[in-house]
């Protein structure tokens, strides 16, 4: 399964960024997929996650603020990022699944810069 991101860049603290991902190669259903980012210096977390079903997580930190949304039919996850804050700023990753869970997931994308200037 291949996972291609885009979207990312530099935008001024208030903007806002939109981060597509596009899974192909898969002969089994992606039923869930998120987004994750890494701070410099700090772990990898969890922003974002929707499955093929329509169930969703939003981490408090972005709650609000982002928005995730899902195309079944192309295989597809969107982050809407709205009202942007420095400390969004991180490489963003795309993930996929063919489970349910909204946390464990078994495909990554090669990640994309977001910066987010104050």
């Known amino acids: 399964v291949q996972l291609v991101e885009s979207g990312g860049g530099l935008v001024q603290a208030g903007g806002s960024l939109r981060l597509s991902c596009a899974a192909s190669?898969?002969?089994?259903?992606?039923?869930?997929m998120g987004w994750y980012r890494q701070a410099p210096g700090k772990q990898r977390e969890l922003v974002a996650a929707v499955t093929s079903g329509g169930t969703s997580y939003i981490a408090d930190s972005v709650k609000g603020r982002f928005t995730i949304s899902r195309d079944n039919a192309k295989n597809t996850a969107t982050l809407q990022m709205n009202s942007l804050k420095p400390e969004d700023t991180g490489v963003y990753y795309c993930a996929a699944t063919h489970n349910y869970e909204l946390n464990d997931f078994d495909y990554w994308g090669q990640g994309t810069q977001v910066t987010v200037s104050s």
């Open positions: 190669g898969s002969y089994f259903a992606i039923n869930a």
